[in-house]
């Protein structure tokens, strides 16, 4: 008998070892295709929310931000959230992190879909959940924070229903329930379902019906009286004390959303233990092999859709901005030309600050002076990038306070390295030191600006010293109406201020002021021994419709501007004769 069980052993077909061992490594590549394609997607096509992300929050060393965030429900998950976020400062810590936190929620779900029953399973199921909250992690506003607490009370689901089984089940509910509370806020809401989940649909005969009413009403109770407990001692709205606190960065946002994904894990993960198992190992392969691959590629085509293009793009060029990334900006935008105000303002500081905004003005394409010195906006974001302008241009005031309105303007409230780093910075410029002290002593209690605090001084940082010279010292109305006349005054007070003059220029071309190009290019001719490109038409422009032709213009112009100038106003004035003819 045992002869022949070898025989048909050996007579089995040599695909099935290999699509066992299929099974194994899909099992094993699971967390590692997704946590590869989140991380490549971070870090390659949104690393702008990365740096977003950390700018917006900054973590202190300190025990007054500690006791900020542990005093209210969550506020330990808040906390730990913070502080992963701090290392987004690196574009590949930000997105190992954030692929790392969902690779660790799918690894959970993973974990309950075994203990509810599921047969043969490869990890697949749990890539839907993962998925979702990958889509919600492309919301630049959804902080770390909600991340930690989601696993916090999936685990914590781990640990209780592996004790289901014993008499102290239901007390020890109960105060992990209060535990969770404290740590995660409303996420408790999720471990508290899972439980109720597990009873309710459990497979196990043995389980008595007045157990589950006991425990259902247990979790009702714990379920509405916790937050309803604490709403006695919080100052937080009662909507807020079950929905979490910290878990987005607008309070006054009720993120129902995130009930979503919540009640995808509890779809995916309760009932998985009446699925059909498939009994061919080879269809039951390839079939897992299928889904992975198609879950993935849909959580990524609908990531890629849940990033908003403007934002992503103006984010990436702000960071380039602040970082002085000036010949990085330029070879992204001959790549692909700036969509927004935000990011064409950024290319044309390069330009400035390269010395190429004579030559290759024109050679984007320009929305008007808003591309320029974008207006003062709303929101806590684009402010910055037109500090930046104020900033080198030598309007230090003009800069700082654009700066605090932007950091103040933070919907929870946090601080921003980069605005106390520029704050810094103007009032050392000004000689305000004592209230730069102020600032340079919060970054001290950090982690990655402890060092440049130390560091912040006139020797080692000698372009602010130009920067103090640079700056109007007279009470000015600052505004767009009267802005080229501040450029105008920054340039002839100081002739070394080349960055004011290159603006000076292009605010009057891109302003089609033809009339005052000559009298501002002799502000700072000096800077030059061959006219930029973009002057040349300009000031040829100007002096062909004063008196008709180039024939004694003081400037010496490029023999094809001439042409193309003569050319140009031909053309002009046959168009304006069959004009008037027509008529």
């Keep these: 008998r045992n002869t022949l069980n070898d025989q048909s052993g050996l007579n089995r077909p040599l695909f099935f070892p290999f699509m066992d061992d299929l099974s ?88 309950l879909l075994i203990i509810s029953g599921i047969k043969n399973s490869c990890g697949v199921l749990s890539l839907i959940p993962a998925v979702l909250i990958w889509f919600f992690s492309c919301d630049p506003n959804y902080m770390t924070g909600a991340l930690v607490a989601l696993l916090i009370s999936l685990y914590s689901v781990q640990l209780t229903v592996k004790i289901r089984h014993q008499n102290t089940y239901m007390v020890r509910i109960a105060i992990l329930a209060v ?11 999720l471990y508290l379902a899972f439980i109720l989940g597990f009873e309710l649909f459990s497979q196990d005969k043995n389980l008595k019906k007045r157990r589950q009413i006991f425990l259902t009403t247990e979790i009702l109770l714990l379920a509405t009286g916790l ?71 849909i959580g990524f085509l609908s990531a890629c859709k849940a990033v908003n293009p403007a934002m992503e793009e103006s984010l990436e060029y702000d ?43 024109f050679n984007y394409f320009q929305n008007g002076t808003e591309g320029l010195i974008p207006e003062f906006g709303g929101d806590f974001t684009s402010p910055l990038t037109t500090a930046e302008v104020f900033f080198h241009l030598g ?19 946090r601080k921003s390295a980069r605005c106390l780093m520029r704050l810094a910075q103007t009032n050392l410029i000004n000689k305000q030191y004592d209230v730069a002290q102020k600032y340079l002593g919060l970054l001290h209690k950090t982690l990655f600006y402890r060092h440049w605090s130390q560091n912040a001084t006139f020797e080692n940082h000698p372009e602010w010293i130009n920067l103090q010279e640079y700056r109007l010292r007279e009470d000015k ?107």
Aim: hydrophobic share 45%; proline share 5%; net charge positive.
């Design 24 to 111: 194994k490594h899909i099992r094993a590549t699971v967390p590692i295709i997704l946590g590869t394609v989140i991380f490549l997607f971070f870090f390659l096509c949104a690393p702008g929310m990365i740096w977003f992300r950390e700018q917006n929050h900054l973590f202190f060393y300190t025990k007054e931000f500690f006791l900020d965030h542990v005093t209210h429900p969550g506020g330990l998950a808040t906390y730990a959230g913070a502080f992963l976020t701090q290392f987004y400062t690196f574009r590949w810590a930000g997105a190992l992190i954030h692929a790392g936190l969902i690779v660790l929620v799918q690894q959970s779900i993973n974990k």
């Design 179 to 189: 535990l969770l509370y404290v740590t995660v806020g409303g996420s408790f809401l």
């Design 227 to 297: 937050p309803l407990t604490a709403a006695i001692f919080s100052p937080y709205p009662l909507e807020h004390l079950f929905l979490g606190i910290g878990f987005y960065r607008y309070p006054g946002e009720k993120f129902y959303f995130q009930y979503v994904p919540w009640l995808v894990m509890l779809i995916t993960v309760i009932p998985a233990g009446k699925i059909p198992v498939i009994k061919k190992p080879g269809l039951r392969s390839v079939t897992n092999l299928l889904s992975l691959l198609l879950i993935v590629g």
């Design 319 to 361: 960071h380039m901005a602040w970082n002085q990334q000036w010949d990085k900006i330029i070879r992204q935008a001959n790549k692909k030309g700036p969509s927004t105000s935000m990011s064409m303002a950024c290319l044309n500081l390069a330009l400035v600050k390269t010395g190429k905004s004579g030559d290759m003005l």
């Design 395 to 413: 309007l230090v005031n003009e800069a700082q306070h654009y700066v605090f309105e932007a950091m103040e303007a933070i919907p929870n409230h």
């Design 477 to 583: 109305i600052f505004g767009s109406s009267n802005m080229s006349t501040l450029l105008k005054d920054l340039t002839a007070k100081n002739p070394d201020n080349k960055t004011a003059f290159q603006y000076l220029m292009a605010y009057t071309l891109l302003n089609k002021e033809w009339e005052k190009a000559a009298e501002y290019y002799e502000l700072g001719q000096q800077y030059y021994t061959v006219i930029p490109w973009a002057y040349q038409q300009a000031l040829a422009f100007e002096w062909f419709q004063r008196t008709g032709n180039l024939n004694q213009i003081p400037f010496e112009l490029d023999l094809r501007i001439q042409q193309g100038i003569s050319e140009f106003m031909k053309t002009m004035s046959l168009a304006s004769e069959k004009q008037a003819r027509a008529i």
